[in-house]
C-alpha cells in the first residue's frame, strides 16, 4: 500500500501517513487468521489459510493515517521496510501476531508523540491482510480511531459481528472497497461484512468496483477512502 500515489494522496488531503515496519505475511496485525474458501487449486485453495503457503499472497501492510493539528506543518510522511525473517520467512516467534499487532500500535504511539497530531483525526487503513488487521485493530482501539477502511480485507473469521459491535458502539464509520472480481479474497466474503454492518445498523460505505482484481484496488480504492476519512472525526 506504501506507494507513490498513497504518499501523494496523502499529502494532498493533509494526513501523515504511516506504516509499521515489521511486516511479516504471518503476523497477520494481531487479528485472527480464519480459512479461506474452497476456489480450486493452488494459492487461494480450499481451507487454506491466509498467510500460509496456499493462502493469499502479496497481503499488504496496513497503514494509519493522522491529520496533524491546524497549527503543525510540514508533509506527510511514510514508513516501510522490512518484516522479521523477511516476507514471513526464517524462524517465527510464537507470540508474532501479539508482535504484529505492537507493532502497529508502536507506530501510532510514536507519531502522536513526534507529530502535533489531530486525536479527534487518526485514521486506520489496510489491504488484503492489512484490511483484515485494520478491522481488527478498530475494533479492538475503537476510541482511538475517527474512521476505519479496509480494501479486499482478507477477514475469513466468523465473529464478524463481534467484531463489528465496539465499533458501532463507539460510532466509528467503516468503508470497505473491493474488486468485483477478486481472484484471491472473493468479494463475497465483503458481502457478508456489509451484511451485518447493515444488521448492526452501522455507519459504513461499500464500494464494490467493477473489473477489478485483488492488487490494482490497493489504488483505485485509495482516493475514495481519503474523502471518506475527511467527512469524519471524533
Known amino acids: 500500500m506504501m506507494g507513490k500515489t498513497a504518499i501523494d494522496l496523502a499529502e494532498e488531503a493533509g494526513y501523515i501517513l504511516v506504516a509499521p515496519m515489521g511486516y511479516n505475511t504471518g503476523g497477520w496485525y494481531g487479528s485472527p487468521v480464519g480459512a479461506g474458501p474452497g476456489r480450486g487449486k493452488g494459492k487461494g485453495a480450499p481451507d487454506a489459510a491466509?498467510?500460509?503457503?496456499?493462502?493469499?499472497?502479496?497481503?499488504?501492510?496496513?497503514?494509519?493515517?493522522?491529520?496533524?493539528?491546524?497549527?503543525?506543518?510540514?508533509?506527510?510522511?511514510?514508513?516501510?521496510?522490512?518484516?522479521?525473517?523477511g516476507f514471513g520467512g526464517g524462524n517465527q516467534p510464537a507470540n508474532l501476531r501479539e508482535l504484529s499487532e505492537k507493532d502497529t500500535m508502536n507506530v501510532i504511539a510514536m507519531v502522536r508523540k513526534e507529530f502535533k497530531v489531530d486525536?479527534?483525526?487518526?485514521?486506520?487503513?489496510?489491504?488484503?491482510?492489512?484490511?483484515a488487521g485494520a478491522l481488527y485493530l478498530g475494533s479492538k482501539y475503537p476510541h482511538m480511531f475517527a474512521a476505519v477502511a479496509a480494501e479486499a480485507p482478507a477477514a475469513f473469521w466468523q465473529t464478524?459481528?463481534?467484531?463489528?459491535?465496539?465499533?458501532?458502539?463507539?460510532?466509528?464509520?467503516?468503508m470497505i472497497v473491493h474488486g468485483d472480481i477478486d481472484e484471491?479474497?472473493?468479494?463475497?466474503?465483503?458481502?457478508?461484512?456489509?451484511?451485518?454492518?447493515?444488521?448492526?445498523?452501522?455507519?459504513?460505505?461499500?464500494?464494490?468496483?467493477?473489473?477489478?482484481?485483488?492488487?490494482?484496488?490497493?489504488?483505485?480504492?485509495?482516493?475514495?477512502?481519503?474523502?471518506?476519512?475527511?467527512?469524519?472525526?471524533?
Open 50 to 85: 491466509p498467510g500460509t503457503p496456499n493462502g493469499p499472497p502479496n497481503a499488504a501492510p496496513n497503514a494509519a493515517t493522522a491529520a496533524p493539528d491546524a497549527a503543525a506543518k510540514g508533509p506527510g510522511g511514510a514508513a516501510k521496510g522490512k518484516g522479521f525473517g
Open 119 to 131: 486525536d479527534k483525526r487518526i485514521y486506520i487503513m489496510g489491504h488484503s491482510m492489512g484490511g
Open 160 to 174: 464478524r459481528k463481534e467484531t463489528l459491535q465496539p465499533m458501532k458502539d463507539a460510532k466509528v464509520p467503516v
Open 184 to 234: 484471491v479474497v472473493p468479494v463475497t466474503n465483503t458481502h457478508a461484512w456489509v451484511d451485518d454492518m447493515k444488521e448492526l445498523k452501522m455507519k459504513y460505505e461499500f464500494i464494490e468496483q467493477p473489473g477489478i482484481t485483488h492488487g490494482p484496488v490497493i489504488e483505485s480504492g485509495l482516493k475514495p477512502i481519503y474523502e471518506f476519512f475527511a467527512k469524519h472525526k471524533k
